[in-house]
């Protein structure tokens, strides 16, 4: 009884690290393509080096307004046996435009 019970609390804590990490690396990836996008560099290849940096099938979203650029990064991650709900982690990052772009 004691043997399933400590199995369970395993898949339970490593699947909640699994989460952690990949909700740092949509933060990362959100924080690459907001640095590229506020630089001037075209849009498309912000998103690229977004995406290059955020977990498998990563949806990313740019944005500019107000003098700043924004970027969310969303993917969804799967834990544990294959009929479980998805979860969604995602990431964001504003960083002001640079002057004279």
Avoid at 26 to 48: Q, V
Avoid at 70 to 83: D, F, K, Q, S, Y
Wanted: one cysteine or more; hydrophobic letters at 55%; charged letters at 20%.
């Amino acid at each position: 009884m004691v043997l399933p019970s400590l199995l369970l609390v395993l898949a339970v804590a490593l699947g909640a690290v699994g989460a952690a990490a990949a909700q740092l690396s949509c933060a990362d990836a959100a924080r690459l393509g907001a640095r590229a996008l506020a630089r001037g560099e075209p849009p498309e290849h912000a998103r690229a080096l977004a995406l290059a940096a955020a977990p498998a099938q990563a949806r990313v979203h740019l944005a500019e307004s107000d003098g700043t650029a924004r970027v969310t990064v969303r993917a969804e991650l799967r834990i544990g046996p294959l009929r479980a709900p998805p979860l969604e982690v995602d990431g964001s990052a504003a960083v002001p435009l640079e002057p004279g772009r």
